[in-house]
């Protein structure tokens, strides 16, 4: 029997763990939230044989990935897009799909060498995005512990992305009306800050976008309120 750790903030893990638990019975899955419990500390007693990483904003300490093998998921075709907010910063580039890369965990960010590689759409919301991810995380998590693929160093030339800040949800200088859409649906999940709008006496945040392209105009939920 082998023990398998998931490492992500995201309560929608849960279901990926309770699926590799349903199709791996023999071997033992344990499921890190927090960081407080993501230690080499806590670790030793667990002695895990692989540690995935589906969902994990905070740096990996140096004494975890250099005592355990870390498999970190990224959702670009790498060595493109290093670093932060990679689904909003491939939709706001026009991307309408992806490369989800299982990489060993390294010292520099992003830049291990790669397990697998897993075709993902970008179409939906945020969350509707994450949750087919998930999915395709889950496969590939499951292709690693029967296969044990060696990892392969990346080729290329690496560019990076930089962790998006919450004022540039900001609508005001989106030009078009399917930029508009494409930043209401890629910020369109918890945990996330929604696309916006401001006036003198109110913030307009949107969600749960729809866009006809037949008349060029988009429905959405809005929240509204009073600064």
């Known amino acids: ?28 899955w344990t499921l890190i939230q927090s960081a407080e419990h993501f230690s080499v500390e806590r670790l030793e007693s667990l002695n895990p044989a692989k540690i995935f990483i589906p969902h994990w904003s905070r740096l990996i300490p140096a004494d975890v990935y250099e005592r355990y093998e ?11 897009g290093r670093g932060g907010s990679p689904l909003q910063n491939l939709i706001v580039r026009g991307h309408t799909t992806t490369k989800i890369c299982a990489l060993q965990v390294v010292e520099k960010i992003d830049a291990g060498p790669v397990y697998l590689k897993h075709e993902l759409d970008l179409s939906g919301t945020a969350r509707e995005i994450f949750d087919r991810a998930s999915k395709t995380i889950g496969s590939m998590i499951e292709e690693i512990v029967i296969n044990q693929p060696i990892a392969t160093p990346q080729e290329g030339e690496p560019t990076f992305f930089s962790r998006r800040k919450p004022e540039e949800s900001n609508l005001q200088n989106v030009k078009t009306i399917q930029q508009i859409y494409d930043y209401i649906r890629m910020l369109d999940c918890e945990g996330y800050p929604a696309a916006f709008l401001e006036t003198k006496e109110a913030r307009y945040e949107f969600y749960e976008a729809r866009f006809d392209q037949i008349t060029n105009s988009i429905e959405a939920h809005v929240r509204i309120t009073k600064k």
Do not use: R
Not at 7 to 18: I, R
Not at 70 to 80: A, G, I, S
């Open 1 to 28: 029997m082998s023990h398998y750790l998931i490492v992500s903030e995201k309560q929608w893990h849960l279901e990926l763990l309770e699926q590799l638990q349903q199709k791996f019975p023999d071997d033992q």
């Open 70 to 80: 870390c498999v970190v998921f990224h959702m670009t075709d790498l060595p493109y």
